[in-house]
């Protein structure tokens, strides 16, 4: 399929090259081979005018030529007598995606080189994105929004009240050609204007193509990249996101991890990093966690880094006043149980424990310092557990305290269809020797049918089905105890 255009095609010569000829305008039609001709040893800012070039086979050649040459371009449809329009219009919708599509490829090749003068042939490309308005025709953003950013009229009504001040289409057709260049797709453009308007209002030059650099810098692909403008735009947008993400990156080991904890909290991205984050990251080392405890801490956590230092050591005296130390196995745990809860709060639910599984005080301490995400737990999950574990169990409430790690474990999941196969093998016999139900619980699923299981499949050939329905909530007539 063929379409018409006026092409201004510049190109930017690497200075180590020879000087190229001198190739000054030229009428080229038709074929890619006649244009590919044309476009050998063009000079620094030649300009030449293009018509009648199909837009396959001009995008092919400028492909091609951008990989090698360093080419970039932008096309402009061109304005046609008014019956040559008429016969054409069907190719309009054509060349006008031929035309994005070419600009977003150009402009991808361009930040995928890290140097400044990239930066510079980046700028005098995006440019020129979008013809000048004159300000007799004036600018109307809303309609720009839908025609071009393909936001619904809801959408860019919104959106327009944030982008008033817009006078004409440049800077906003700059940033477009930018973001396809990053590899966004029309959908996921859309979605970035419609979360943040005012990235349509970014300076390519002075902001986003330096953040994509120093991004690049990093170690980030260009996937990660475009993820991370189509999930925070607006903070994209400021140039202090390299520096806060080169603090970040180290921390949390991935970028994978780091988005993750940046979708729970974005305001990482605009912390102070030399009064808050960095005071924190240090404080918590002294504490006696390495890198990786930190992270484990802040992923279901991320708050815990923005949250003023004097805050953070109040957290540290809470988790020692509840007898888990610095420096111990358990004090990760105990600090991510505590960090975000009043000592009133703490001491209450404490109480409720001693209360609610019969603990004195000594073993209520024990259950706390070997469980410290006990202090999580809500109160209707810690009563079920009592009533399973001391009432239909027959378990002592100082065995329970000694072994808390069996309160975290479904009741309907886990601790009762295990429990009824250990009485139906107690009660038929098949049991060798006694095993402590602190270990039945624990075992992995693969471990405790292989041991529980598969060794009676000739005395007992339905254990495996009744364990299976006991899983899922039913109670088999083999497992109804008198």
Request: include cysteine; charged fraction near 20%; proline fraction near 5%.
């Amino acid at each position: 399929m063929s379409a018409s255009f006026f092409c201004n095609i510049h190109t930017y010569v690497d200075n180590h090259r020879p000087a190229p000829r001198v190739c000054t305008e030229a009428k080229i039609l038709g074929h890619s081979s006649q244009l590919s001709r044309r476009l050998q040893g063009v000079q620094h800012g030649t300009v030449i005018n293009v018509t009648e070039v199909s837009v396959s086979n001009l995008y092919r050649v400028s492909n091609k030529w951008t990989l090698t040459h360093g080419l970039y371009c932008n096309l402009v449809h061109s304005t046609r007598p008014k019956s040559l329009c008429r016969r054409r219009c069907h190719h309009a919708v054509a060349g006008a995606g031929a035309m994005l599509h070419l600009r977003a490829y150009v402009a991808s090749h361009l930040l995928s080189s890290p140097s400044t003068s990239a930066i510079s042939i980046l700028r005098r490309f995006v440019s020129a994105a979008s013809p000048a308005i004159s300000p007799d025709q004036g600018f109307a953003v809303e309609d720009y929004l839908v025609d071009t950013c393909g936001l619904t009229r809801p959408q860019a009504h919104k959106a327009s009240t944030k982008l008033s001040h817009l006078k004409s289409p440049a800077n906003p057709g700059a940033v477009l050609t930018f973001l396809a260049g990053l590899g966004l797709s029309s959908a996921d453009i859309a979605a970035t204007v419609v979360k943040d308007p005012r990235l349509l209002c970014a300076r390519v030059e002075g902001t986003l193509a330096p953040v994509v650099l120093g991004l690049t810098g990093l170690g980030l692909s260009s996937p990660d990249i475009a993820r991370l403008v189509a999930t925070f735009p607006n903070r994209f947008r400021c140039r202090s996101v390299v520096s806060k993400l080169q603090c970040y990156l180290p921390l949390f080991g991935s970028v994978q991890n780091l988005l993750r904890v940046l979708k729970k909290n974005d305001y990482l991205l605009c912390t102070d990093l030399d009064k808050v984050v960095k005071p924190n990251v240090a404080f918590l080392r002294e504490c006696g966690l390495a890198t990786c405890d930190i992270a484990k801490v802040c992923v279901p956590m991320p708050r815990m880094l923005s949250t003023k230092p004097a805050r953070v050591r109040a957290m540290v005296v809470c988790t020692e006043g509840i007898g888990v130390p610095r420096g111990s196995g358990m004090f990760r745990q105990a600090l991510q149980s505590v960090a975000y809860l009043s000592k009133e709060k703490v001491t209450a639910k404490v109480d409720y424990l001693k209360k609610t599984f019969g603990w004195s005080d000594t073993e209520v301490r024990i259950a706390v310092t070997r469980a410290p995400m006990l202090l999580q737990r809500s109160k209707d999950m810690l009563q079920r557990r009592s009533k399973f574990f001391i009432s239909e169990v027959g378990l002592e409430p100082a065995y329970i305290a000694h072994r808390p790690v069996i309160i975290g474990f479904s009741i309907e999941g886990r601790l009762r269809p295990r429990y009824y196969v250990l009485m139906f093998l107690k009660v038929n016999g098949l049991l060798d020797r006694n095993r402590g139900y602190c270990y039945i619980f624990k075992i992995r699923e693969e471990e405790f049918v292989k041991k529980f299981i598969c060794p009676h499949k000739e005395a007992a050939p339905h254990l495996a089905e009744d364990y299976a329905a006991t899983c899922k909530g039913e109670v088999p007539t083999n497992f109804k105890f008198a």
